[in-house]
């Protein structure tokens, strides 16, 4: 069997979808995509593209080590989610030619399924109680939430109270046992972070996302002595090395590498079993589509240290299409009682509408994340 084709779809709402074709008629799908750099990243798949014409598509370590460590320069957001895509596509293939999900080629599944989380927006404290109410109504256990707006490197009090008395409306409306994560998405910087962190205590959050931003992670060291809620982050993160001091340092709790940014299954299943020598969870960050959160789901299935799983269904960014709506199998994902079930069809398990995919694609997206700005004018985190 030979690759022979490259072929990638931008596709609404903010996705790009890659389809790797061989000699044999054995297809895969990848989702290789950096959020608002969907033209730059489907560049760099067709420069990676040039070495897979002609190879065998079986041979998925040792294109993965050519792709990366071929260029003298790598790493980084782009090279490294063209190359997840690349690396989730050919893991499909592979899984497809053997009749075997992809998790049963990496050893076989732990878990049956895994608990899911949703996210929830509103600009109110009532607005946030009320959305997380539907969340669990639709029996979600667990929800996701923004910590704040943006905030200076110092802000007042009264902003930092506004945050905290949106998280304690939102405890307030599920109660005690529906897990909450608040993600600061690296919107808060050093001295309002160990403020923020031990504010929300009393709230016993499931965990704490990008309390800073990830190139300022010797921050952490100060934010876990003001709190005792778990800390996560890893999205921002892109292959084992970038991953290595972080866990080395012992001060997350949670790692979120995402499987269209961190160099696939591949990468990533090295990445989780590098945190459960440290006795670090994980939970892979996905707000994107089908393919990446079945790619998520293969490597949740092997990991021990796996607890809880992202999805992006009925999130604010899927405003003209959802998650389930480029896929013709939407069960495969069986979502029940707060959990997604682990697919068992061939490949990553699930079955691509292609002729969707191309309809949608004539349509496209420029989709670019918001630019803010503080009251002085200058630049804030998103």
Known sequence: MKITKLTTYIVPPRWLFLKIETDEGVTGWGEPVVEGRALTTEAAVHELSDYLIGKDPFLIEDHWTVLYRGGFYRGGAIHMSALAGIDQALWDIKGKALGQPVHSLLGGQVRDRIKVYSWIGGDKPSELADNARQVVERGFKALKMNGCAELQIVDSNSRLDKAVEAIASVREAVGPDIGIAVDFHGRVHKPMAK???????????????????????????????????????GERLYSRWDFKSVLSDGYVDIIQPDLSHAGGITECRKIAAMAEAYDVALAPHCPLGPIALAACLQVDAVSYNAFIQEQSLGIHYNKSNDLLDYITNADVFAYADGFAAIPQGPGLGIEVNEDYVVERAKEGHRWRNPIWRHEDGSLAEW
Do not use: C, G, Q
Request: hydrophobic fraction near 45%.
């Open 195 to 233: 403020v923020l962190a031990r504010e929300l205590d009393p709230y016993k959050l499931m965990f704490i996302e990008e309390p800073v931003l990830s190139e300022n992670k010797e921050a952490l060291r100060d934010i876990v002595n003001h709190t005792s809620t778990p800390i996560a982050l």
